[in-house]
């Protein structure tokens, strides 16, 4: 509640006269929160309360900056207080991807998906070297690394032995070694269905939840886009919009590989590392903040990582590893239960 009329205390400064209501807009899996309020002709803004002690605004403010440039239909920025880190922003709606493709099919789906393609490739395209952070070896590490500490031990409650930890050691340096020999861009990082928003109009999805922002390896968001923690779509469907990805990418000059089978191949890969990554960040939001609702997102995430080590050979001590965990049950009673695969 302080925060909170710090926050009205602030926007009266801005805007002497209106009448400040906020109402929360959305929070994330970090300390950074967003309210939002009306003005008296009706439109509405948002807040970011993003509190210094945890949360630094100069990535977002830079990485906003990079993508609007780029043509990204990312917020507007009308006020900034980075001293009690405060921004005032556009708003952009409240329709996420996530709502509209949880109630259709893909026909209906693919004019949304080939919008956020499009934006992709824009922001792939005004990429640059040394101007964010490098999604480096080290960096691909410490998020691999997620998956035996909070995925395996916490949540599964299985101690690996030491001849477990080095077979695992040596299949994630094999993994990070195909990931690291992509092509690298602007990389946006959680490119899905819950940051994508819906235009009013028809158009560009708006853009959100950026700030994580590195340059790292081509492939990464579309893995976050077409094999969603959130969304599932055959695969052929998802295979489709990756070739129109690919195509749309060598038109744009994006630095994607001319043989789509290598490309494939890289992108499943990287798919690996993301969705490792993203059932160790799921086990600590539940086991070390308290935060429970990306349980049930679990079981597709291991879904998709079981289907690609079923396909590739040198990641077959990873597949064994799931084998073996596959009877362990996760606290919402569910398993990782192997796809079909032909």
Known sequence: MQRQRAIETWLGSLLPGQTISLAPASADASFRRYFRFSLADGSTRIVMDAPPAHEDCGPWLRIQALFHAAGAAVPEV???????????????????????????DAAAAAPL????????VSIQASSSPDVLP?????????????FPEWYVG??????????????????????MAVNLAEPKVFVHRDYHSRNLMVPASGGKPGVIDFQDAVYGPISYDLVSLLKDAYIEWEEE??????IRYWERARKAGVPV???????????EWMGVQRHL??????????HRDGKDGYLKDMPLVAKYLRTACTRYDELSPLRKLLDQLEDKVTVLGQTMAKPSVE
């Open 257 to 267: 590989n001319a043989d789509f089978a290598e490309f494939h191949r890289h992108y």
């Open 113 to 120: 998906y080939l919008a956020a393609l499009d934006t992709l």
């Open 277 to 286: 990554k993203v059932l160790g960040i799921f086990a600590r939001l539940y």
């Open 237 to 242: 469907q998802a295979l489709d919009w990756l």
């Open 78 to 104: 009308y006020a900034e207080n980075l001293e009690q880190g405060f921004l005032l922003l556009s708003d952009l709606g409240t329709t996420t991807y996530l709502n509209v493709l949880s109630n259709t």
């Open 154 to 175: 916490r949540h599964l409650r299985v101690t690996l032995d030491d001849k477990q930890r080095a077979q695992l050691s040596d299949v994630f340096e094999k993994i």
């Open 134 to 146: 490098a999604y480096d070896h080290a960096l691909l590490k410490r998020e691999i690394d997620l």
